[in-house]
């Protein structure tokens, strides 16, 4: 007699994928204040802020921003870097510093292509010219505003490639830089978000007789990279 045929167990199903970590909307603001020597940290950046109104300072400001990024990246505990690497800071800064000029130029050029024809128009003592460039002003404005914000709305990804690679050129390879903001459009939209809000509650600094705003300014900066980063971090695409 022989034995009768057990079929074996089905294997058990695969586990559930794990959720994506969900983006950390608080600790923007938040983050900076977790370090021991945040006090030192943000006064320093104060005094490098007030010396941006000579433009030097918004050199060693963007480069110590760039290295935030990179921490956070990273998952440092503490990513708010130390003051210790002027002469890094400096040259990078200057790097991302022309990145922004030249993001910022189609507008720049638009904005004098507009303005000096309609400021001509303008101080001609007639009326119809008068009407012309003023039209001429509220036309062309219509479109350049929305191509602006496009730009604007390009920037800080076209930022965070040049960042995270060290490259110049980076920040201008539109293909991936597109594709890394149309799959991380929710975090990305949400990074503006907290970049709008930061600039929102700095604005408060100049209650602090006034000399507050370049601190809680320079605190709104180390938030919105935090932002940026966080969104780099967790990203599908790189």
């Known amino acids: 007699m022989t034995d009768s045929y057990v079929s074996p167990a089905p294997p058990p199903p695969p586990p559930p994928p794990a959720a994506a970590p969900a983006y950390d909307f ?9 370090d021991p020597n945040w006090v030192t940290k943000i006064l320093l950046g104060g005094v490098f802020f007030l010396l941006s109104f000579l433009l030097i300072g918004i050199f060693f400001i963007s480069g110590y ?3 935030l990024v990179r921490n956070v990246i990273d998952g440092k505990q503490h990513p708010l870097p130390e003051w210790d690497t002027l002469g890094e800071y400096f040259t990078e800064g ?3 510093f022309c990145v922004g000029l030249l993001y910022s130029l189609p507008i720049i050029v638009a904005a004098f292509a507009i303005g000096i024809p309609s400021t001509l128009l303008n101080a001609v003592e007639h009326e119809g010219a008068r009407n012309l460039g003023g039209g001429v002003l509220g036309c062309a404005s219509c479109m350049v505003v929305p191509f602006a914000m496009a730009i604007m709305f390009f920037m800080p990804a076209g930022l965070l490639m ?7 050129g980076a920040a201008f390879e539109f293909g991936r830089v597109w594709e890394f903001i149309r799959d991380n459009i929710g975090n990305y939209l949400l990074a503006i978000v907290i970049y709008i809000v930061a600039r929102f509650i700095a604005s408060f600094g100049i209650i602090l007789l006034c000399i507050g705003v370049i601190f809680t300014d ?9 932002a940026f980063a966080q969104v780099y ?6």
């Open 162 to 168: 040049a960042v995270t690679t060290r490259r110049f």
């Open 26 to 34: 608080i600790r923007p603001f938040a983050f900076v204040f977790e």
């Open 218 to 226: 320079f605190w709104a900066l180390t938030v919105s990279g935090f």
């Open 233 to 238: 971090r967790m990203s599908v695409r790189r």
């Open 65 to 67: 921003i760039a290295q």
């Open 94 to 96: 200057l790097m991302l």
